[in-house]
């Protein structure tokens, strides 16, 4: 894979890889998606906002939609929803889920604001998270720290891109109870052959 490397990756692979390094692998390299309840009902969420456009309030323009990228991060993709309030950018992402439950999704919307910031050449404090489940939205700050999270996201990714090896699962119960690739990873079964492996 090392001659065949992309020289930008989809800015959403990002949360991916933050999330699990096996679940990139398998949808990037393998282009495995299993559709279940859950994703079906993130994939129509994400329709809606597919249209691009403006809109006007009292509180300032809403872009949707917005084609973005970085050359530091090397990631490229869309930004759902960018709010315009006083003169400050604002990312907006849709998720399913809860408030605070994986800090992979905070590093994809970091990764939107870093692209924000190169394009624009300003400094983007802070973007926000709509979960659908609580019908909440959670302010993210992006401070050092996340954007540390951010870069060594986008680097383990074509790190692993250019060992070229499947990621162990990870040994990470709730994780995976949440992940839709499951039923294909086999997270269990597989640390169970590699625990016999090295015996
Ligand atoms: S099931 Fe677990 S180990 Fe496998 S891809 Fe999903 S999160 Fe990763």
Known sequence: MKDDLPDYLPLSYLNQVAFCPRRFWLMYVQAEMEINAPVQEG???HQNAHDPGVQKDEHGRTLRSVQVWSDVLRVAGVADFVEEKDGRLIPLEHKRGRIGQWVSDHVQLCAQAVCLEERTGTTLPYGEIFYWTNRRRERVIFDDALRQKTAD???????????????????????????SLEPICLPRETLALLREESR
């Open 153 to 179: 996201a986008a680097r383990l990714a074509f790190h692993l891109l250019e060992q070229g090896t499947m990621p162990h699962p990870l040994d990470h119960p709730a994780k995976c109870r949440d992940c």
């Open 43 to 45: 994939i129509l969420r």
